[in-house]
């Protein structure tokens, strides 16, 4: 069974960074598009960033400028750079990945999610 491992959530100061990863383990044939969602008390889950098995980005209006998602394709982890964060940036973080697992299906796989919290 495939799971998805986040670290690196926590509690910064206005201005201040953090780093988030995410390991995939299980059986694993490949990954494909992985990602960061986040969701805020009183908000809808929204789209962070995606970053593609070719390492193309995509980032939310919100956080361009502040925030930069990569990969390490040899060990199936994508991580979130990110800086100048704000109070608003305060949200449960999301790793998502589409994999695909021996039988050549693809699907969705979500991460518990982890907390980060910034503070004014």
């Known amino acids: 069974q495939v799971q998805l491992v986040e670290s690196g959530g926590g509690l910064v100061q206005a201005g201040g960074s953090l780093r988030l990863s995410c390991a995939a383990n299980?059986?694993?044939?490949?990954?494909?598009?992985m990602g960061w969602y986040r969701q805020a008390p009183g908000k809808q889950r929204e789209l962070v960033a995606t970053?593609?098995?070719?390492?193309?980005?995509n980032y939310a209006q919100s956080v361009k400028g502040r925030f930069t998602i990569s990969r390490d394709n040899a060990e199936n982890t994508v991580f979130l750079q990110m800086n100048s964060l704000k109070p608003e940036d305060t949200a449960v973080y999301y790793c998502?990945?589409?994999?695909?697992?021996?039988?050549?299906?693809?699907?969705?796989?979500w991460g518990k999610g982890t907390l980060v919290t910034v503070s004014s």
């Open positions: 998502y990945a589409g994999i695909t697992t021996p039988g050549y299906y693809t699907m969705p796989y």
């Open positions: 299980g059986s694993i044939f490949s990954i494909n598009t």
């Open positions: 970053i593609t098995s070719g390492h193309s980005t």
